[in-house]
């Protein structure tokens, strides 16, 4: 993206799990935790340098429309924040 | 194209529906049921991923419709066909790009809790937004079945930034 001059310093990583974003945070390693594959914990090497986990209410959680049927309400209100439109109500 | 589909599917004139995938619907293998003929299902599943490159909302039905080509039954075929009806619905929904976005990447990850009861493994979504445009989505069944609902989350952040 710096051939077009913009310069993105942290990519905020938006997740709605406290827990999970703690764990990319510190090195810790708990009983729980051990089962993990290595290759997941690449996160932890990306969120100190070119990327930020950070929290989201669930709500505002916009990847939920992807892992989940949605009732009608909240499927509309996500669809439109994904900008994805009618082209019958932009003109 | 979404046209093209429903005619060659004789669903032209099916009813509207609001959603692609009912709530209450849960999706299993259901072997009792009536099988279908798969190059039918796989012909109807294969328009769907075309639409789902200009289409995410599609994207989470179709690919769940998807893991069940191996042996497709009366009740998978018609979840699939349900999506059809959400697309009469919404033939001119689109993905829409607006010239004066602010340019700012935000990257959001999610998972569900346990989708597939069938072998316990749980879907990640990521999704990456440019100001307020969405340039990439992926929406991905785990390869392991994870423990707990941080180790599904924390999985699911790898993803969208790997």
């Known amino acids: ?91 | 194209m979404s046209i093209k589909v429903l005619q060659t599917f004789e669903m032209e004139n099916c009813k509207a529906v609001t959603t692609p995938m009912s709530t209450s619907y849960y999706m299993s293998i259901d072997e009792a049921g009536t099988a279908v003929e798969q190059t039918k299902y796989r012909g109807l599943i294969g328009f769907l991923l075309y639409l789902t490159a200009s289409r995410p909302d599609i994207m989470f039905v179709v690919c769940l419709c998807a893991r069940f080509q191996s042996s497709p039954r009366e009740s998978h075929f018609k979840a699939a066909k349900r999506s059809l009806k959400y697309l009469k619905r919404t033939t001119f929904v689109g993905l829409w790009y607006p010239s004066h976005s602010p340019i700012h990447l935000v990257g959001y990850s999610d998972s569900d809790f346990v989708g597939c009861k069938l072998d316990r493994k749980r879907t990640s979504g990521t999704c990456h937004l440019l100001g307020s445009s969405l340039i990439s989505w992926h929406n991905k069944r785990q390869a392991c079945v994870a423990l707990s609902m941080i180790e599904t989350e924390y999985i699911a952040a790898r993803s969208c930034c790997a």
Do not use: Y
Not at chain 1, 32 to 57: Q, Y
């Open chain 1, 1 to 91: 993206m710096d051939d077009f001059g913009l310069h993105v310093s942290k990519v905020p990583l938006l997740c709605d799990n406290t827990s999970a974003i703690n764990l990319t945070k510190s090195q810790i390693q708990h009983s729980r935790t051990k089962h993990i594959e290595i290759r997941h914990h690449f996160i932890r090497d990306v969120s100190n340098g070119d990327c930020e986990v950070k929290f989201i209410e669930t709500e505002k959680q916009l990847a939920d429309i992807f892992t989940k049927p949605l009732p009608k309400d909240k499927f509309f209100l996500l669809r439109n924040e994904l900008g994805i439109v009618d082209s019958q109500n932009l003109s």
